[in-house]
T-cell receptor, first 110, second 112 residues
Framework: EDQVTQSPEALRLQEGESSSLNCSYT??????LFWYRQDPGKGPEFLFT???AGEEKEKERLKATLTKKESFLHITAPKPEDSATYLC???????????FGRGTSLIVHP | EADIYQTPRYLVIGTGKKITLECSQT?????MYWYQQDPGMELHLIHY???????EKGDLSSESTVSRIRTEHFPLTLESARPSHTSQYLC???????????FGDGTRLSIL
């Protein structure tokens, strides 16, 4: 059974204070690891897909990395508008059902 | 710009009523999903579909049913709403298993 654990559950940062969110996973044959951003009252919004260990993706202040056991979402010099819940999900081979983590709630104070 | 639409966005209704939550997507995706999400909790899969006339139950038994008569439309029906059904319901779609899901903005359902 695929499992995804995200840490920390909640993170408070000052504007400009860089940090990382963790997504640890166990999966039988990784087909893809996905990062989403979810704002209150909205559905998750896709950020990145990572397919193999060593892969990295960047978008503005966000950078996602992947190893065989975990993925990190690095946030560089965050701004208050980066406040949201960040979800991680994995897709295993032979399945069209992704497994989601509980998310990390990020609050960036001005 | 949303390519997947859910209606209504909010619904407050009494116990025992029959409810249908609508979900439509314009991307031509074969695979569609319904999730239930409570605050601070992970998404729980309720139902999914791999194409027209294909529907399966997910891990969470929510006493609901779905239909997939057209590719773009995947409604969720609660035959008799109960307070335990109070939650946010999210609809999603994707084209392939290794592609990300596209989500609607959800329906927040409150059963009195």
């Amino acid at each position: 059974e695929d499992q995804v654990t995200q840490s920390p559950e909640a993170l408070r940062l000052q504007e400009g204070e860089s940090s990382s969110l963790n997504c640890s996973y166990t999966v039988s044959g990784l087909r893809g690891l996905f990062w989403y951003r979810q704002d209150p009252g909205k559905g998750p919004e896709f950020l990145f897909t990572l397919y193999s260990a060593g892969e990295e993706k960047e978008k503005e202040r966000l950078k996602a990395t992947l190893t065989k056991k975990e993925s990190f979402l690095h946030i560089t010099a965050p701004k208050p508008e980066d406040s949201a819940t960040y979800l991680c999900a994995v897709q295993s081979g032979g399945s069209y059902i992704p497994t989601f983590g509980r998310g990390t709630s990020l609050i960036v104070h001005p | 710009e949303a390519d997947i639409y859910q209606t209504p966005r909010y619904l407050v209704i009494g116990t025992g009523k029959k409810i249908t939550l609508e979900c439509s997507q314009t991307m031509g995706h074969d695979k569609m999903y319904w999730y239930q999400q409570d605050p601070g909790m992970e998404l729980h899969l309720i139902h999914y579909s791999y194409g027209v006339n294909s529907t399966e139950k997910g891990d969470l038994s929510s006493e609901s049913t779905v239909s997939r008569i057209r590719t773009e439309h995947f409604p969720l029906t609660l035959e008799s709403a109960r307070p335990s059904h109070t939650s946010q319901y999210l609809c999603a779609s994707t084209s392939h298993g290794n592609q990300p899901q596209h989500f609607g903005d959800g329906t927040r359902l409150s059963i009195l």
